[in-house]
């Protein structure tokens, strides 16, 4: 498996603000990941700086194993992100034709049936489309340019619950097509654990987990019981959160339960639960708060 891209050491300030502070990544090739983190964490940043819209103070990027310089955009790689205002009174269908000039890979057998199933008027004017309809001509650019690397920023913002199922659904089955690349940042967390393989989650400018979906899956962990069993059962364990109720204690805990753990629980009238992604996201960040 080859490395699609990898940041080294990534520092962005902005005046005073550290918008990310020593960022290490690495993107495999042919696999999802989702990028999250609260509000300000650094993702738009980190992602504009991949994308050689703004500049890292200091560290490396690099692409398919190439180093970018200061202000170099990587090749046959498709950036989505929201607004494209930009475009003025260009219609739908001259946004795509752009895009597609851009794209070696473009497929507009693809194009064509995306605006179908968004319900997307190809001549309507890019300034006269609402907020979701927007992030759609996006979306639309990004799965029919099938670049190798693909990164979205925001892309179910302002989409409806079905939009969104559609957007998924499509990204899905044309990656089960045409394996590429691809990083999601989102806030809606437990809609991204179906869709990505891996996932990266900021803080502060800087990773605070990467792990594969199927290991937070397997690890994150609500137990409750007993306050004394509770304490002895995670002695040792990565605790994220307790918290009292009545004569007992709720703890959130990071890491594969075996055998001997689940008899312990068994034995101790404690209860294992598995937690969504969004639950663990919460802990994991500031204990649930
Ligand atoms: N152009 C800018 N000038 C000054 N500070 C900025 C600028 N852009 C971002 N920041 C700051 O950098 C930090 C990271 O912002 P960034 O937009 O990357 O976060 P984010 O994770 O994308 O947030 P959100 O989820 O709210 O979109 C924040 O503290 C933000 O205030």
Redesign the pocket.
Known sequence: MSTALTCASVNKT??R?A?LRSLDLTLEENVIYGLL??????????LNTIAGGIYADSGIIEVWGKKLAKGELPGDFCYVRENHKSMGSARVIQALNYASAFHPHWDWTFAHQLLDTFRLDPNKKIRQLSRGMESLVGNIIGLASRAPLTVY??PVLGLDVLMRERFYKALLEDYANHPRTILL?T?LIDEIAPVAERVYI?EE?TVLLHDEMERIHMSAHLIRGNTDAVASFTAGKRVLHTEGYGRGTLAAIYGELGEGDKQQARESGISIESLTLQKFFSYLIEGGN
């Open positions: 902005y005046g603000t918008a983190g609260r509000n300000g964490a650094g993702k738009t940043t980190l920023d925001e940042s806030h900021l400018g």
